[in-house]
Nanobody, 115 residues
Framework: VQLQASGGGLVQAGGSLRLACTASGNIFSINSMGWYRQAPDKQRELVATMTSGGTTNYADAVKGRFTISGNNAKDTVYLQMNSLKPEDTAVYYC??????????WGQGTQVTVSS
């Protein structure tokens, strides 16, 4: 499975951005897709995930502000980020896990929130 992410950028605090990640290859093996982020000098952390059945999971830090969703083809996942804060600044990585529990990563996309 290959992942292509897009949608990062620079935004002021309180603003919004939408990230997209499209999978290609053996998409029928996908069990879940999601987003992680890594800020400078910090470990990579979960942001939000969605299973193929539509179950979602969010980090406490983004609940109520971020929404993960997918398309009908189940090959694309979106992350709508509202009310962005400077502490959301990070490189955001798309991730997918297949039914064999293999994990795949896309290239990161930079999100910068200015105060």
């Amino acid at each position: 499975v290959q992942l292509q992410a897009s949608g990062g950028g620079l935004v002021q605090a309180g603003g919004s951005l939408r990230l997209a990640c499209t999978a290609s290859g053996n998409i029928f093996s996908i069990n879940s897709m999601g987003w992680y982020r890594q800020a400078p000098d910090k470990q990579r952390e979960l942001v939000a995930t969605m299973t193929s059945g539509g179950t979602t999971n969010y980090a406490d830090a983004v609940k109520g502000r971020f929404t993960i969703s997918g398309n009908n083809a189940k090959d694309t996942v979106y992350l709508q980020m509202n009310s962005l804060k400077p502490e959301d600044t990070a490189v955001y990585y798309c991730n997918t896990v297949d039914f064999g529990l293999n994990s795949y990563w896309g290239q990161g996309t930079q999100v910068t929130v200015s105060s």
